[in-house]
């Protein structure tokens, strides 16, 4: 139970730190991608909640910032919940970096075969306990999902490359299949 609090504390100092990085210095822009990717890791995949401290940041970068996840965030009506495997199979969904361009759309089979995607890295799909998971061709593990923003226009679900710790986010619009 004391590791289990000691972490959440570590990740709740990240994610606070972060934020009053952000609002103090007015960074340069890529300090402040890095800034708030360090807060979505802290809040999102480590503590697996959306602290205070994101949804400030969210707000104030929305206007300054293309980001999908920012603008979700920033928004009233999110909620977080855990990721819900019948809301995935059979639909499309569109495969993004927390900052920036689109980089592939793609659609999850019933099978567990991820269609549609050009990469080796994104081939097939599991739900492991709490989590979503990718896997390359090979079945090796490449990413891992663990948190889901629920938004009236779409889910967002959020994780990270293991290889590289990038995250990225997977962006379910509602009412398309």
């Given at each position: 139970?004391m590791?289990?609090?000691?972490r959440e504390?570590r990740y ?8 009053h990085?952000l609002?103090r210095s ?14 979505v ?6 503590m ?7 949804v400030?940041?969210?707000?104030l ?6 980001s999908d996840?920012?603008?979700a965030l920033?928004?009233r009506e999110t909620?977080v919940?855990?990721i819900?495997?019948d809301?995935?199979v059979?639909?499309r969904f569109t495969?993004?970096k927390i900052?920036?361009a689109?980089?592939?759309?793609g659609i ?5 075969a991820?269609e549609?995607?050009?990469s ?5 799909w599991?739900i492991a306990g709490?989590?979503?998971?990718f896997f390359r061709?090979?079945r090796?593990?490449?990413s ?5 923003i ?7 679900i959020?994780?990270y490359f ?7 986010i997977?962006r379910?619009s509602?009412?398309?299949a």
């Amino acid at each position: 139970m004391m590791t289990q609090n000691l972490r959440e504390r570590r990740y709740s100092d990240a994610d606070e730190i972060g934020y009053h990085a952000l609002i103090r210095s007015s960074p340069h822009p890529r300090l402040r991608e890095h800034l708030y990717t360090l807060q979505v890791h802290a809040s999102l995949i480590g503590m697996r909640a959306c602290s205070s401290h994101l949804v400030k940041s969210s707000r104030l970068l929305n206007p300054i910032v293309k980001s999908d996840l920012a603008r979700a965030l920033a928004s009233r009506e999110t909620r977080v919940e855990n990721i819900d495997p019948d809301m995935l199979v059979g639909k499309r969904f569109t495969y993004m970096k927390i900052f920036g361009a689109v980089m592939s759309e793609g659609i999850m089979a019933r099978d567990g075969a991820i269609e549609d995607i050009p990469s080796d890295n994104e081939r097939y799909w599991n739900i492991a306990g709490d989590s979503l998971q990718f896997f390359r061709s090979d079945r090796s593990l490449t990413s891992e999902y663990s948190v889901m923003i629920r938004k009236s226009d779409a889910d967002y679900i959020i994780g990270y490359f293991k290889k590289t710790m990038v995250s990225h986010i997977l962006r379910f619009s509602h009412g398309i299949a």
